[in-house]
Every structure is written in structure tokens, then in C-alpha cells.
């Protein structure tokens, strides 16, 4: 068995034990025992809406430090397209660039461009592949973990070309080595990242051995750096390489919008994704191209580690990009050949990691079910998330797993008190 | 001889009822998951069920799903009441649809519902009446499961 990591981490010490986490996680991770909320490896995809739903600041992403810089001979900043939308009207990603050099990094990276030839080769990938279809982005890795986890069927789906910020990173990091002198593992490559998903698949990437980026930093911790390094400093770094095209990666429905392929679709926010994910394997959409994916509402601007909210953000990466005009940066030929030397594919396989069933065995699995079902009935379904499960369907299968009991629940708990208190009460009389 | 039923369940779709399209398929689905059975075998299940499902949908008033996991195979009953299908060798070649434009729209009815069924299942039987209804019974073996 694979060990799983993810990158949510509970602080024991703001944790109060309330259920707000476990209500809110769309895989059913969390279980809130002993006044402290536990994340399942196994189930966590890393969308971070556990994050987003805490109040006592408590859960948080394991993202890089300070310190981790300092390991390195010379560290870049790959920064999402996200980071460039997160500031104030007029703010260009030139400036966003030179900033990420005054708080601590030797040199930035940007993917935008990147983007751009992802979109070239995934419309070459799509014309000359066969099934099965739809195929679907591997952007969002929660939505590719999601995959692993819930829909190991639709694993064969998946577009087999690795992300733009991997990739960049990659080349960033050869050319870094040559023009340096450098050997490439004194270069720490970070992600500036919207979400804690992209944490996730740095360390533990899907689809390739190991990682070409070293740690990530959330917008959201950068953010107050940045935009005091940007009013100090209001100069820009060079920007030529910012496409417009890429740039609008950052969106959902901005993967497929430069896409010459038109018979795609954008599906946002886990409850779409899950919704067309039962549908695919079920065999529809079969007659659909393409899918990007994506768990966050609004696509990467909506993540949970940012700052400035995903409608403004929105607005922002269509501004930018209009000033930057739609003048592709990157040729056609160059991504077909680049297609054809393999550049862009992913390095190993996509395996599934299916949930763990009642039992190995069949006949086990069934009475196992029946006593769930049961179990089920003697709750009262108002899955209030008190048991420290987020609901009632949740209680039932831990206690047949033998992980919970059911007087966790306080309405069985109180009606069993209550039959004590009347059997006593009956005794007192006679 | 007859199999020993595990487990069963059932199931109501209503005609007409594109709401919740698919719902019954996905309840199915879920349940065989928490079995444990071969992905490969539910995908094929999934495939069936959701194009039996629809096909209730479109064409009947009313039908009961069963589901039955026997030691070595899972079958489906599907029983509905309504039109029947007048001619079955017809329904049952690729391609062929009664399915109304605006069904094509909505992504149903692309004529291969039926035939798809029987592609995913290892037994298939149809048998129908004109004004009374349709009963669908398929079944996958879960011993050795095909490639689907």
C-alpha cells in the first residue's frame, strides 16, 4: 500500500473540535475526535475547503518556509498566474516579477507562456489520439487525486501531458544549471501557489518520480511582501514572455478558450465535477472532446490561498490580458515537433487509488453493508457532525469498520439515558 | 439452477422524470463500490444501468430496477410499464433511435442504448409488449471479468 500524504495539517492548539471542517470536506476525510480534527490520507484530495470553512485558523497548508530558501544556491519564484491578478487595478505582471525578487527569491519564472504551448499540444494530442472520450485536464491535481480516489475508471481519460508549471520549472532549471555553473539540485525552483492542492503535487507528484519544483509559498502569505516590495519599488521586470493566451489559464473555461478544438467543456466546483464524473462513467459525454476540470469554483483564481477573491481576480486576468493582446507567443510547429520528441509527456503512469471497500471479501462486504444499513436506521439523519463524523451515513460505516461507536451519536446516547431514567423511574413505583 | 442472491435492492424510475436522470445508476454504482466488486465489472454495470435508466425515462410511465449480487455475477432486472417496443430485432440494431430531437439535444437517445446494454453484460434478455411494457434482464460475471 502507498502511503499518502496530503497538505493539510491540523494545529493542535487553535483546534477547538468543532465540526465545521468535517461538514465542508467533499471526500469525507475528517473525523473530529478527542477535540481535534484527524484528515484521512486516504480520502484527502487536497482541495482545501477545510481550510476555507475554519474559523480558529487551524488547518493550514504545508507550505514552504523562509528557511527552505536558504538550502539553495540560487532559488526562483515560479509564480501562479493567479498571483498576477491579485492586486489592485493597474498593477502589470512585470511588476508582480520584480517584486517576488525584493522578498527573497534570485530570479523568477513565468508559466504564462508555458501555458500557451500546453494548449497547442493538448489540441495536437487531441487529434491524433484515440479514446476513451471524453479526455480531461490534469491541471487541477485535486481533481486528478478526485480521480484517483472516486473514479479510478476515468484514470484512462486523463490528457497524459504534464502541467505548465512542472514543465517550465523543468527547462528553467537545465538552463539555470548551464548559465550558472550551477549543479542543478544547488537551484530551488518554488511555486507560488492558489491552493493547497498544487502543495500536495509537489510532494507527492502524480505522473512523474519526483517533482521539478522544491517547495511552495501561498499568494496568500506573500501577499502583504508583494504589495509593499511593488509600492517601494514600482519598476517592472521584463514581461515579453506573458501571453495572453496562457495568462487566462488562471480562469476556468481559460484552458480551452484559445483551444482551435471548440467541442470541449469547463465543469467548476467539486459538486459539477462530481456530477460529470458519474456521467462520464456511465458512458455519456462520450461525444465531448475535451473537459477541464476544476474543484475550486472559477478555476484557479477562486483557490483557497488567495487573496483578492475570484471575481475580482477575474476581472484582473481579462484586463491583463487584453492589454496584452491576443498575438500568440509561441509557434505551432515548435509544440507539434516538441509533441513528437515527447517533451510534454507525463513520466509515469497515473495510478488509481481506490477507496477501501466494507471488505475483501464479498459475502463479508454484504453483511458488513446490512449492518451499516442498520445502523443507519437506528440514527436520526439530522447529521448534525456532533459524533465527530460529518453525517449520519459516515457514522454508521465507521462503527461497522470498527473505528467509531454508536453512542458517539448524543440522540442515541440521550435515548438510551432516557429509557435508563424510565426503567428506574417504572422501578420506583412498583 | 437457481443462484444464491447475496444482496438485494430496488430500485423506482419515473418516466419523464429527466430531473433526476442517472440518479438511480450513481445510487447503484455506489453500492457496488462499498462491495468492493472489480472496477471493470462496475463500469460495465454503471454503462447498462444508466442507459436502462434513461431509456425508462424517455419511453416508459414507470419501472422497477432490481439489483441482485449473486456469488459470481450481478444482475439487473429492469421492468417498466408503458409503450413496449413494437419491433424488437429493429431496437436492437446500432444506431437506431426513436429518441425525439430535443432527447438528441439533451445528449440522449444517440441510438445506442440497447445494443449498449448488451455490450456490457455477459447475459442479456429482452422481452416486451405493446401497451404494457419492457423488461430488461442483464447480468455481469464478476468471477472473470472481461476487459470492458
Given at each position: ?11 493542535p492548539?487553535k483546534?477547538?473540535g468543532?465540526?465545521s471542517?468535517?461538514q465542508v470536506?467533499?471526500?469525507?476525510a ?11 490520507d ?8 477545510c481550510?476555507?470553512?475554519?474559523r480558529w485558523d487551524?488547518m ?6 523562509p ?6 544556491k ?5 509564480p ?15 511588476q ?5 525578487r ?9 508559466i ?10 493538448t489540441?495536437a494530442?487531441?487529434?491524433?489520439c ?22 479510478p ?18 527547462l528553467?532549471?537545465?538552463r ?10 544547488e537551484i530551488g ?12 503535487s ?12 522544491d517547495?511552495?509559498?501561498?499568494i ?9 516590495a ?7 521586470d ?17 484552458e480551452?478558450?484559445?483551444?482551435r478544438n ?9 459538486r ?6 458519474d ?6 459525454f ?27 481576480a477575474q476581472?484582473n486576468?481579462?484586463?491583463?490580458a487584453r492589454?496584452i ?30 477507496v ?7 459475502r ?8 451499516r ?22 457514522l454508521?460505516?465507521d462503527?461497522v469498520?470498527?473505528?467509531a ?9 440521550l435515548?438510551?439515558?432516557e429509557?435508563e ?10 | ?5 447475496l ?29 468492493g ?5 462496475i ?5 447498462a ?7 425508462v ?5 414507470e419501472a422497477r430496477?432490481?439489483l ?7 444482475r439487473?432486472?429492469v ?7 413494437p ?10 433511435s ?6 438528441r ?12 446494454i448488451?455490450r ?14 419492457t423488461?430488461?434482464?442483464y447480468?455481469v460475471?464478476?468471477?472473470a471479468?472481461?476487459a470492458?
Open positions: 500500500m502507498i502511503e499518502r500524504s496530503h497538505a493539510v495539517v491540523t494545529d492548539d483546534c477547538i468543532c465540526v471542517c468535517s470536506c467533499p471526500t469525507r475528517i473525523r473530529v475526535r478527542e477535540e481535534l480534527a484527524r484528515v484521512d486516504e480520502l484527502c484530495i487536497d482541495c482545501g475547503a481550510i476555507d470553512a475554519c487551524a493550514k497548508a504545508k507550505t514552504s518556509s528557511a527552505d530558501l536558504k538550502r539553495f540560487h532559488t526562483v519564484a515560479v501562479s498566474l493567479t498571483l498576477y491578478a491579485q492586486f489592485d487595478k493597474g498593477v502589470q505582471p512585470g508582480v516579477l520584480r517584486a517576488l525584493h522578498v527573497g527569491f534570485d530570479s523568477t519564472c513565468d504564462s507562456w508555458m501555458c500557451e504551448m500546453l494548449t497547442g499540444a489540441d494530442y487531441l487529434s491524433e484515440d479514446g476513451p472520450w471524453p479526455k480531461i485536464s490534469v491541471t487541477c491535481p485535486a481533481v486528478v487525486r478526485l480521480i484517483q480516489i472516486r473514479y475508471d476515468l484514470i484512462p481519460h486523463l490528457v497524459p501531458l504534464e502541467t505548465p508549471r512542472e514543465l517550465a520549472a523543468k528553467r532549471r537545465r539555470l544549471a548551464a548559465e550558472l555553473g550551477l549543479d542543478p539540485s525552483i518554488f511555486f507560488i501557489t492558489p491552493c493547497t492542492a498544487i502543495v500536495d509537489i510532494a507527492a507528484p502524480v505522473g512523474l518520480e519526483a517533482s521539478n519544483l517547495g511552495a509559498f501561498s496568500a502569505e506573500l501577499y502583504g511582501p508583494l504589495l509593499k511593488i509600492k517601494r519599488d514600482p519598476g517592472a521584463s514581461a515579453e514572455s506573458i501571453s495572453a493566451k496562457g495568462l487566462r489559464w488562471a480562469m476556468a473555461g481559460g480551452i478558450s484559445a483551444m471548440s467541442n470541449a467543456m469547463t465543469v467548476r466546483s467539486l459539477d465535477v462530481v456530477w460529470v464524473f456521467r462520464i462513467e456511465s458512458g455519456t462520450a461525444g465531448v472532446d475535451f473537459i477541464e476540470a476544476y474543484i475550486c469554483s472559477g478555476g484557479c483564481v477562486g483557490g483557497t490561498l488567495t487573496i483578492a477573491g475570484r471575481f475580482v476581472r486576468i481579462r484586463q491583463l492589454a493582446g491576443d498575438s500568440g507567443k509561441v509557434k505551432e510547429e515548435k509544440v507539434r515537433s516538441m509533441l513528437r520528441e515527447h517533451f510534454f509527456d507525463i513520466e509515469s503512469e497515473i495510478h488509481a487509488r481506490p477501501r471497500p466494507l471488505a475483501r471479501d464479498l463479508r462486504a454484504i453483511a458488513l453493508k446490512r449492518e444499513d442498520a445502523l443507519r436506521q437506528r440514527l436520526p439523519g439530522k447529521d448534525c457532525g456532533a459524533c465527530g463524523a460529518p453525517n449520519c451515513d459516515t454508521a460505516e462503527v469498520r470498527g473505528e461507536a454508536i453512542e458517539d451519536c448524543v440522540f442515541v446516547r435515548e438510551s439515558l429509557k431514567s424510565t426503567n428506574r423511574h417504572g422501578g420506583d413505583h412498583e | 439452477m437457481v443462484a444464491e442472491v444482496y438485494r435492492e430496488q430500485f423506482t424510475i419515473r418516466g419523464n422524470d429527466f430531473e433526476h436522470g442517472g440518479e438511480v445508476a450513481t445510487q447503484v454504482k455506489s453500492i457496488l463500490k462499498q462491495l466488486l472489480d472496477p471493470a465489472v463500469r460495465r454495470l454503471s454503462i444501468n444508466f442507459e436502462a435508466e434513461m431509456n425515462i424517455m419511453y416508459a410511465d430496477l432490481e441482485e449480487v449473486l456469488p459470481d455475477a450481478v439487473v432486472v421492468a417498466d410499464r408503458g409503450q413496449g417496443i419491433d424488437i430485432e429493429w431496437a436492437m440494431q446500432e444506431g437506431h426513436t429518441a425525439t430531437a430535443e432527447m439535444a439533451r445528449g440522449f437517445g444517440a441510438g445506442l442504448g440497447l445494443p449498449n448488451r456490457n453484460s455477459d447475459e442479456f434478455e429482452i422481452s416486451s409488449t405493446v401497451g404494457v411494457g423488461t430488461l434482464r447480468l460475471r464478476t468471477d471479468a472481461p470492458g
